[in-house]
């Protein structure tokens, strides 16, 4: 294999490794937005909370940041649907712009209370065995990259599955695409409102306990990866599951292409770049049809 | 089996309905026909609970429907298909009839009215796996009344069901309504092709700005003067 020919392979495998989360991000945006039309801006500190879950279970008690979503993953569930019911349901009738700006001020203060109890420094967790690489044909895949990779999918076909498969996944699809029509179905729409928002939260937690090891980690950490996921989602479409899994995968190989072959600084600014084109000449998404 | 009673519905400051009072009896087919506007899908919205009444009174039996949430409606056999099919668009047909039984007490029984569906609508056995959304339209209409009795209706409430169907099709749902009325399922049919329900129907309501106008057999309406006029073009 010629050296380029590994470069190339190479971050190719790392851009799908670290996609795989980013599309678990978008997951999490895009049911949420399907079920309720709300455009979560405080979804990036969902992550950080997770982040920094799962970091202080390791420092702290000692418990493996990735055996701590067991706890972590079902709590920021619960905590979700609380934070549907007692925060958010009650200015949902104000239309899509005041949630909007509901949830920014949510990500604001979330954010900074953070800040207040944590600082601002910049964090890193090592786990014991991510110290060595993995090496599987010649290509150097990090361990912890891997491990959270391989959960992501995971966890992602688990939700398929749920989807697809149980009374309540098709009612929460029945419901993004036609409330009312779900209402006469003898669906309660509130209650799979509340579902939803607890799993958006849930998958947003997951993928920051999955991260924290391959991440560096602070409170304002969210801001960055909420406009990652406008990105995602809108590559795949707002509101397609599929469209967004893709979007993930896409954003993550585009920004290690660019790290490699531009310069890890642009890194970002490559993906804001492919955001803004697509939202040019392709505003249904990369993959989305155009919804009616 | 259904009395509306004298109910009244606003929509903010415009009033819809002005007390409007019908009754729909065990086993019946029961038209309300009006023009555009008249208050009819209105009146299926409110029984459905999906808008609340100012003042009257909805029962079934002896049940009052109108504090109800639309989930307890539908519980109770009061179904309705929606004016414009209303199905869910990105899932198969198959689902689209699934999530047509999703209460609790439909869930037991899925797979019974499935056959059941099928033996009434044969062409959508075939069309199972298709998405919603590409059907046609009569099958989109055959598709939102199969959904409808997968929840085992007592009553069945159809909004406008031959709206925007070829004339072919509309003389097929006309057929149909009959046959699902005949298998014992009460009917409420809201409808502007006003000829074909009052004929159908054993009884009907006429409906004006909110207002019962007129009542009585299909028959009686169909030769009443003003309906004649009205409605008819004759």
Not at chain 2, 198 to 224: D, F, I, P, Q
Request: charged share 15%; net charge neutral.
């Amino acid at each position: 294999m010629t050296a380029a020919m590994e470069t190339l392979i190479q971050s190719l495998v790392n851009g799908v490794l670290t996609g795989s989360l980013y599309a678990m991000i978008g997951v999490g945006l895009t049911v949420i937005f399907g079920v309720m039309r709300i455009i979560n801006l405080a979804h990036g500190e969902m992550v950080m909370l997770g982040m920094f879950s799962a970091y202080w279970s390791y420092t702290l008690w000692k418990i493996d940041s990735f055996l701590s979503a067991i706890v972590w993953v079902p709590l920021f569930f619960l905590a979700g649907m609380l934070a549907y019911r007692y925060l958010v349901r009650a200015i949902m009738p104000g239309g899509e712009l005041n949630t909007l700006l509901y949830t920014a001020g949510m990500s604001l203060l979330i954010a900074n209370v953070a800040l207040f109890a944590w600082t601002g420094d910049y964090r890193t967790l090592n786990l014991p065995y991510a110290v060595e690489p993995l090496h599987p044909f010649g290509i150097a895949v990090p361990v912890p990259l891997a491990i959270a990779f391989g959960l992501a999918a995971l966890i992602t076909a688990a939700l398929y599955v749920f989807l697809a498969r149980t009374d309540t996944g098709r009612a929460v699809r029945a419901t993004s695409q036609n409330p009312e029509a779900a209402a006469l179905m003898g669906i309660n729409v509130e209650r799979i409102a509340m579902i939803t928002f607890g799993l958006g939260t849930a998958l947003a937690a997951a993928a920051g306990v999955l991260l924290v090891p391959s991440l560096y980690l602070y409170p304002t950490v969210g801001e960055i990866l909420v406009v990652k996921c406008f990105v995602i989602v809108v590559l795949g479409g707002l509101g397609s599951i599929p469209g967004a899994i893709a979007g993930g995968i896409l954003l993550g190989v585009i920004e290690s292409f660019g790290a490699v072959y531009v310069s890890v600084a642009y890194k970002d600014t490559i993906g804001f770049i492919m955001f803004l084109l697509v939202l040019l000449f392709r505003p249904q998404g990369l993959f989305g049809a155009a919804r009616s | 089996m259904l009395r509306v009673d004298n109910i009244e519905v606003a929509y903010g400051k415009i009033q819809a309905l002005w007390g409007v009072s019908f009754e729909v009896r065990d086993g019946e087919i029961v038209a309300l026909v009006g023009a555009n506007g008249a208050g009819k899908t209105t009146t299926l919205k409110t029984v459905s609970a999906l808008l609340r009444p100012s003042a009257g009174a909805i029962l079934l039996d002896e049940q009052r429907l109108d504090c109800c949430t639309p989930v307890k409606v539908v519980e109770f056999g009061v179904i309705q298909v929606p004016e414009g099919r209303k199905l869910f668009p990105h899932m198969t047909l198959r689902e689209n009839l699934l999530l047509g039984g999703y209460t609790r007490a439909a869930r037991a029984e899925r797979s019974k009215r499935l056959e059941h569906v099928f033996e009434i609508f044969p062409a959508l056995r075939e069309r199972q796996g298709q998405i919603a959304g590409t059907l046609s339209g009569g099958e989109q209409q055959m598709a939102a009344i199969g959904r409808g009795l997968m929840a085992g209706p007592r009553i069945l409430m159809l909004d406008e069901p031959s709206l925007g169907l070829a004339p072919i099709m509309v003389e097929e749902m006309f057929r149909v309504v009959r046959e699902i009325n005949q298998r014992g399922v009460t009917i409420l049919l809201v409808e502007q092709n006003t000829e074909n329900a009052l004929e159908l129907a054993h009884r009907g309501y006429v409906l004006e700005s909110g207002r019962v106008v007129l009542e009585g057999t299909g028959k009686e309406l169909l030769a009443n003067e003003k309906v004649r006029e009205a409605y008819l073009g004759l």
